[in-house]
């Protein structure tokens, strides 16, 4: 007992558990801190992931309507309700 009472009476020995307290536990880039961060970077490199995957299926997507005529005008038509001037277009909503 008496060899742990000679390392607390070290200035350096105090300072250090004192510094390792202070990074620990009353930083601001604390442990606590750090496992938020890194838990909220993992889910922004997850959500960058489908939105790479997501941009590619566009840019494919893209790639086809601008080669096709006849699939950009169903495409059109679909989706922006586009018609020609002599055309009626109905629109029916499922319930």
Do not use: C, G, H, P
Not at 40 to 62: C, H, V
């Amino acid at each position: 007992m008496a060899k742990y009472l000679k390392y607390t009476k070290n200035f350096y020995f105090i300072f250090t558990v004192l510094f390792v307290i202070w990074m620990v536990f009353i930083d601001n880039n604390d442990i606590i801190s750090q496992i938020k961060l890194q838990a909220k970077l993992n889910s922004l490199e997850d959500q960058k992931e489908f939105y790479m995957e997501r941009k590619e299926k566009i840019k494919a997507e893209r790639e086809e309507l601008l080669s096709n005529y006849e699939l950009l005008e169903k495409f059109a038509r679909e989706r922006y309700l586009m018609k020609k001037k002599t055309e009626d277009l109905y629109v029916i909503v499922e319930e």
